[in-house]
């Protein structure tokens, strides 16, 4: 049982436009939501998160908004740099201790 | 200021066979949670530790167990492989371990089972 669910495994922008990555989830017992980045050989990085009683929450070019009636997020990245192709993953937790649910990642990839 | 650090970085172990994994929380952090990345997956969640003592646990058979030590690092031990035990096991760090704590990943072991 997928609870969060990436549908796009990947995506390509050119640079300088907007990615727009998509998340979807089906618990409704998730009210805490993040977006991880990954390199290769790396592990994940922090990039962005959104509490449940928000709808937006911005940090520099990394904007994630929260639809609760959809049971969806999304990762809005802007202007795209070259630097930000990676693998994103999309995260929730609901319970106290931060058990991060994750879907299968969009794999990002910015042209110059 | 060290990051998480995962030891080794891969490893190759045959069916049956028996295999440790080590983590060093990031500086400050004691909550450590483990995670399996299959291939083409998003990490899994396997379980946590903090003050010594496993707090949470996912959907894992007991082949997987865990020890916290004093200074906050962690083992991961996994019992009788099987092939479907290949994968990167990750590791993160965080301080307090609730859910508005970030958590910090380590690059991970990349485990093989032949």
């Known amino acids: 049982d997928q609870q969060v669910k990436q549908n796009s495994p990947s995506l390509s922008v050119q640079e300088g436009r907007i990615s727009i990555l998509n998340c979807d989830y089906t618990?409704?017992?998730?009210?805490?939501f993040l977006w991880y980045k990954k390199y290769p050989a790396e592990g994940p990085t922090f990039l962005i998160s959104?509490?449940?009683?928000?709808d937006k929450n911005e940090d520099g070019r990394f904007t994630v908004f929260l639809n609760k009636s959809a049971k969806h997020l999304s990762l809005h990245i802007v202007p795209s740099q070259p630097g930000d192709s990676a693998v994103y993953f999309c995260?929730?937790?609901?319970?106290?201790?931060?058990?991060?649910?994750f879907g299968q990642g969009t794999i990002l990839t910015v042209h110059p | 200021d060290a990051g998480v650090t995962q030891s080794p970085t891969h490893l190759i172990k045959t069916r049956g066979q028996q295999v440790t994994l080590r983590c060093s929380p990031k500086?400050?952090?004691?909550?450590v949670s483990w995670y399996q990345q299959a291939l083409g997956q998003g990490p899994q969640f396997i379980f946590q530790?903090?003050?010594?003592?496993?707090?949470q646990r996912g959907n894992f058979p007991d082949r997987f167990s865990g020890h916290q030590f004093p200074n906050y690092s962690s083992e991961l031990n996994v019992n009788a492989l099987l092939l479907g035990d290949s994968a990167l096991y990750l590791c993160?760090?965080?301080?307090?371990?609730?859910?508005?704590?970030?958590?910090?990943f380590g690059p991970g072991t990349r485990l093989t089972v032949l």
């Open positions: 995260a929730a937790s609901g319970d106290s201790y931060g058990k991060l649910t």
């Open positions: 530790y903090y003050e010594e003592e496993e707090r």
């Open positions: 959104i509490s449940s009683i928000k």
């Open positions: 993160a760090s965080s301080l307090g371990g609730t859910r508005t704590d970030t958590q910090y």
């Open positions: 500086s400050g952090h004691d909550t």
């Open positions: 618990n409704s017992m998730f009210d805490y």
